[in-house]
């Protein structure tokens, strides 16, 4: 079992920046990939970007390449969202997963956090 809590949310304005945190607990922490997704109103929740357990490998959505970066700090047993450059297009929920599963697509997640609300207003 992995337990996920996101913290960070917020609402900031058109240009500005959030960081987002995810603390993990349960299973070892560096033993699986995590990932970041979000949901906005009306939309099916959608991939952001995901990390590998050494942090050696990461993946991006087109939409936040280059504006938004993941991190995790195995140590700490957490994972970041530094999010720059938002735009209103991006306010959502935003929600903390684990990867467990052996095997499949690296978008493939089983654990997730409670979510965390950002507006970006214009």
């Known amino acids: 079992q992995v337990q996920l809590v996101e913290s960070g949310g917020g609402l900031v304005q058109a240009g500005g920046s959030l960081r987002l945190s995810c603390a993990a607990s349960?299973?070892?922490?560096?033993?699986?990939?995590m990932g970041w997704f979000r949901q906005a109103p009306g939309k099916e929740r959608e991939f952001v970007a995901a990390?590998?357990?050494?942090?050696?490998?990461?993946y991006y959505a087109d939409s936040v390449k280059g504006r938004f970066t993941i991190s995790r700090d195995n140590a700490k047993n957490t994972v970041s969202l530094q999010m720059n450059s938002l735009k209103p297009e991006d306010t959502a929920v935003y929600y903390c997963?684990?990867?467990?599963?052996?095997?499949?697509?690296?978008?493939?997640?089983?654990?997730w956090g409670q979510g965390t609300q950002v507006t970006v207003s214009s």
């Open positions: 990390i590998s357990w050494s942090g050696s490998t990461t």
């Open positions: 349960g299973r070892t922490f560096s033993s699986y990939d």
């Open positions: 997963a684990a990867r467990t599963l052996v095997g499949g697509s690296v978008y493939e997640f089983d654990y």
